[in-house]
C-alpha cells in the first residue's frame, strides 16, 4: 500500500512554531526521546541537564501540553476583571442610589412647596441659609 498526500513533516513541525531556537531544540530532543530515537542519557547530554533535571523538565513538558487539550466550555472565556472594575461598580451603585434618593427628596419638596409656611424648620425659595 503505498500513502497517498505529503509526508509528514514530524519533527520539523516544531521549526515551524515561533519560539527561541534554544526552545525549539529542547522539544525536538524530547520529542526524539518519546520516539525512541535518542536515549535519556543522549537527550540529557545534548541539553545540558542531569537526569533528575531532565526527567522534570519532560514532565512539567508534558504535563502542560495535556492541560491544553483538556475540554473546554464552549464560547470565549469571560474577561478578567480587574479590581478597579469592582470599585467602578460600586460607585455607579453609589450614585443610582443618590439619584434615587435626590429625585425623592426633589419630589417630597415639591408636594410640600405649598404648605411651607406651615411646617416649621422649611426653607422657602430665596431665604438665606443660617
Same mark, same amino acid.
Given at each position: 500500500m503505498t500513502r497517498r498526500g505529503r509526508k509528514p513533516l514530524a519533527l520539523e513541525h516544531v521549526q515551524q512554531l515561533d519560539g527561541s531556537e534554544r526552545a525549539k531544540q529542547r522539544m525536538t530532543t524530547l520529542l526524539k526521546t518519546l520516539q525512541c530515537d535518542c536515549s535519556v542519557g543522549e537527550a540529557r547530554a545534548q541539553l545540558g541537564l542531569s537526569e533528575s533535571q531532565f526527567h522534570a523538565v519532560r514532565q512539567r513538558w508534558l504535563q502542560g501540553a495535556l492541560q491544553l487539550l483538556e475540554p473546554q466550555p464552549p464560547g470565549r472565556r469571560p474577561?478578567?476583571?480587574?479590581?478597579?472594575?469592582?470599585?467602578?461598580? !460600586?460607585?455607579?451603585?453609589?450614585?443610582? $442610589?443618590?439619584?434615587?434618593?435626590?429625585?425623592?427628596?426633589?419630589? !417630597?419638596?415639591?408636594?410640600? $412647596?405649598?404648605? /411651607?409656611?406651615?411646617?416649621? /424648620?422649611?426653607?422657602?425659595? /430665596?431665604?438665606?441659609?443660617?
Open positions: 474577561k478578567e476583571r480587574r479590581p478597579e472594575c469592582a470599585r467602578i461598580e !460600586q460607585l455607579e451603585q453609589e450614585v443610582r $442610589a443618590l439619584r434615587r434618593e435626590l429625585a425623592l427628596t426633589q419630589a !417630597q419638596c415639591e408636594v410640600t $412647596a405649598p404648605l /411651607g409656611a406651615d411646617i416649621p /424648620g422649611l426653607l422657602k425659595r /430665596g431665604s438665606p441659609i443660617s
